[in-house]
């Protein structure tokens, strides 16, 4: 079998301009791509400093994909950010008004706390144990 990954998730947005700005600003994503597709569309990729998979920020077309916004997994957590300095990051996510829902935790995989994005959306800031 040949090495895969996943490479890309799909996160639905309201808009491109706003989700890139929210994105690079509060938690320090780089903007890898910006490319209009015609009709409105754009191609846009951020990915967190220094590698991991890539988020597609879409926006919705339609009343089913906006529904989506802010609840792609249910109200669960749905994406893990992990970090190497977690109380250097968790202080400057603070700082820049990212909504946390809980105090840090130490876990026997991690320590790790709860926030949320632009819309809702579920995260864990994490830095792994070991």
Same mark, same amino acid.
């Given at each position: 079998?040949?090495?895969?990954?996943?490479?890309?998730?799909?996160? /639905? !947005?309201? @808009?491109?301009?706003?989700?890139?700005? #929210?994105?690079?600003?509060?938690?320090?994503?780089?903007?890898?791509?910006?490319? %209009?597709?015609?009709?409105?569309?754009? #191609? !846009?990729?951020?990915? %967190?400093?220094? &590698?991991?998979?890539?988020?597609?920020?879409?926006?919705?077309?339609?009343?089913?994909?906006?529904?989506?916004? &802010?609840?792609?997994?249910?109200?669960? !957590?749905?994406?893990?950010?992990?970090?190497? @300095?977690?109380?250097?990051?968790?202080?400057?996510?603070?700082?820049?008004?990212?909504?946390?829902? +809980? +105090? %840090?935790?130490?876990?026997?995989?991690?320590? /790790?706390? /709860?926030?949320? @994005?632009?819309? &809702?959306?579920? #995260?864990?800031?994490?830095? %792994?144990? &070991?």
């Amino acid at each position: 079998m040949t090495a895969s990954r996943i490479a890309t998730v799909t996160l /639905v !947005v309201d @808009d491109y301009d706003r989700a890139i700005a #929210w994105y690079t600003s509060k938690l320090g994503f780089e903007l890898l791509a910006d490319t %209009p597709l015609g009709g409105g569309k754009r #191609w !846009v990729l951020v990915a %967190p400093t220094g &590698g991991g998979a890539r988020l597609l920020l879409a926006k919705a077309d339609g009343e089913a994909e906006t529904a989506r916004i &802010g609840d792609q997994t249910g109200g669960r !957590v749905g994406f893990f950010l992990e970090t190497d @300095d977690f109380t250097n990051d968790h202080a400057a996510f603070l700082t820049r008004g990212v909504k946390f829902h +809980e +105090e %840090p935790r130490h876990e026997v995989y991690a320590t /790790v706390a /709860v926030f949320e @994005d632009l819309y &809702g959306n579920l #995260w864990d800031l994490l830095q %792994p144990k &070991g």
